[in-house]
């Protein structure tokens, strides 16, 4: 069984997986204990990483604990440790390091050191999952969309991972991810932090069409969100309203009813309009045997909805709780690193250190 821990930016979390007994090619979750830190940051409007590292120092003993009793194991029990190290906010990713060359050091056992995205790119390999049931060969290549507020790129995946890691990078954003669009065009509009979510919630009470927001590069492969917050500051201003900004607390000339609903509701298509334009793309240029979302972006209910109705693929989309950041996916990139022997041991552990950017190749 292997312990990982996620510590990468505002979620503390720890969880216990270990291969599965049923499936080939698939990972079994025992605990997934995920603290939020939410409410720590709602007041500042985004994630403040002082704040992140000082809160993951007081909790990340509490959420291995929790883990362990959950799982129903000591630390005895456990074969390895695995932990992010890269990408991320750096001080919070020391927290998780730390602990985890401690744990690892003193129980004598191998530290699995875990790339992020990697992490986010095999979550739909955890087992159980409703909309992502056991991955074979004849679902590569796969094409995963991953969708976070850091990131927005596509890959195909070309072969299992407990062969080896066989990614290839076909786009990515050139400026925003379009979870950054989502947060910042809430924000805008005086909504609460995370913004992505409150979008949906209101968007699903408005017209899509209401309004006419910018989807760039429609004719490439790599995304562009940067200019989406200016067009929906812009269009504020047009309907009279004024761009809320942080600290600012006159609320009454923001948007609200129907003409926030319709904002919200048309915000939400250009950038799902943005993603579904490229997967469509790359099923045309690369025949792809199926399709995965993974991410943050992928808990949004319009675009799970138009891949399961417009992709004649399998689509595979993970539980919403290993959507967000989450140990269970780290654990189980960390089995299949485990099964290609990419571990540390003895003193070589000690020396793993945090990174707050990384090639997803490495």
């Keep these: 069984m292997i312990l990982a821990i996620e510590t990468s930016c505002d979620e503390c979390s720890a969880a216990v997986v270990a291969p599965s007994q049923d499936l080939t090619n698939s990972v079994d979750v025992f605990s997934?204990?995920?603290?939020?830190?939410?409410?720590?940051?709602?007041?500042?409007?985004?994630?403040?990483?002082?704040?992140?590292?000082?809160?993951?120092?007081?909790?990340?003993?509490?959420?291995?604990?929790?883990?362990?009793?959950?799982?129903?194991?000591?630390?005895?029990?456990?074969?390895a440790i695995a932990?992010?190290?890269?990408?991320?906010?750096i001080g919070a990713l020391l927290v998780g390091v730390s602990a985890a060359k401690t744990l690892a050091y003193s129980l004598k056992i191998p530290l699995i050191a875990v790339n992020h995205l990697h992490g986010h790119l095999l979550s739909p390999f955890i087992s159980k999952?409703?909309?992502?049931?056991?991955?074979?060969?004849?679902?590569?290549?796969?094409?995963?969309?991953?969708?976070?507020?850091?990131?927005?790129?596509?890959?195909?995946?070309?072969?299992?991972?407990?062969?080896?890691?066989?990614?290839?990078c076909l786009a990515k954003s050139r400026d925003d991810a379009a979870g950054e669009a989502f947060d910042k065009s809430a924000k805008l509009m005086g909504l609460p932090y995370p913004g992505g979510r409150h979008i949906d919630e209101n968007a699903q009470k408005g017209n899509p069409k209401a309004f006419t927001f910018p989807r760039p590069l429609q004719n490439e492969l790599d995304f562009s969100f940067s200019g989406l917050k200016t067009a929906v500051?812009?269009?504020?201003?047009?309907?009279?309203?004024?761009?809320?900004?942080?600290?600012?607390?006159?609320?009454?000339?923001?948007?609200?009813?129907?003409?926030?609903?319709?904002?919200?509701?048309?915000?939400?298509?250009?950038?799902?309009d943005s993603l579904m334009n490229r997967i469509h793309k790359v099923i045309e240029s690369h025949n792809p045997k199926s399709v995965a979302i993974v991410g943050g972006v992928s808990a949004n209910s319009l675009f799970r909805s138009r891949l399961q109705s417009e992709i004649k693929l399998p689509v595979l989309i993970p539980d919403l709780q290993y959507c967000t950041d989450n140990a269970a996916m780290i654990g189980a990139a960390a089995t299949f690193q485990m099964q290609r022997n990419e571990i540390l041991s003895d003193n070589e552990l000690l020396t793993l250190n945090a990174f707050s950017t990384s090639e997803i190749s490495k």
Excluded: W
């Design 32 to 79: 997934n204990i995920i603290f939020s830190q939410i409410e720590l940051h709602k007041p500042f409007g985004g994630v403040v990483p002082e704040v992140a590292s000082r809160n993951h120092l007081e909790m990340v003993n509490l959420v291995v604990e929790e883990a362990l009793q959950k799982a129903g194991i000591t630390f005895k029990d456990l074969t």
């Design 83 to 89: 932990v992010t190290n890269r990408p991320g906010l």
């Design 129 to 168: 999952q409703k909309n992502s049931p056991a991955i074979t060969k004849a679902n590569l290549p796969m094409l995963i969309c991953l969708v976070s507020g850091g990131h927005t790129c596509l890959y195909l995946l070309n072969s299992l991972p407990s062969e080896k890691i066989d990614l290839q």
């Design 233 to 272: 500051s812009n269009k504020l201003t047009q309907l009279g309203f004024k761009p809320h900004i942080f600290g600012d607390q006159n609320f009454e000339e923001l948007p609200s009813g129907k003409t926030l609903h319709d904002l919200c509701a048309s915000v939400q298509v250009a950038i799902v």
